[in-house]
């Protein structure tokens, strides 16, 4: 049987919108829900997303562009370039530990540890750029 990775942290939850937006906190739940439901979960082995170095971070992101979704969680702005793309206080910081899920999941399989993984983050970070 194929050993598969479970990746997620409650503090992904945190992320949430200021307006009705399809990515929220309840896709998170509705899949973990499902998952636990059916026993899944139970038979995933668990991987525990940690913020990332900033070097991995800086290996696909300009400092620029982290600076700026920084301040502008800090400042309360409701979102970075659209409404796609909204923000809280908590949104820079989750979004690290988001990344730091994906890198978890694919340190996991790389070295063996599990053969796949499901890394149940958030944001899903599909809007993020270089720059």
Request: glycine residues 8%.
């Amino acid at each position: 049987m194929k050993r598969v990775g479970w990746i997620y942290h409650p503090d992904y939850l945190l992320h949430t919108p200021p307006f009705e937006h399809p990515e929220s906190p309840e896709r998170l739940v509705a899949i973990a829900s499902h998952l636990g439901g059916v026993g899944l979960i139970e038979r995933m082995v668990p991987v525990t997303p940690e913020y990332p170095e900033e070097a991995d971070i800086l290996s696909v992101h300009d400092r620029e562009y982290l600076d700026q979704l920084e301040l502008a969680c800090r400042r309360g702005d409701l979102t970075l370039d659209s409404e796609d793309t909204y923000l809280n206080r908590h949104s820079f910081n989750i979004a690290l530990l988001s990344a730091g899920g994906a890198i978890a999941g694919a340190k996991a399989v790389a070295q063996g540890t599990v053969d796949r993984a499901f890394c149940a983050i958030r944001p899903p970070g599909h809007h993020a750029g270089r720059d």
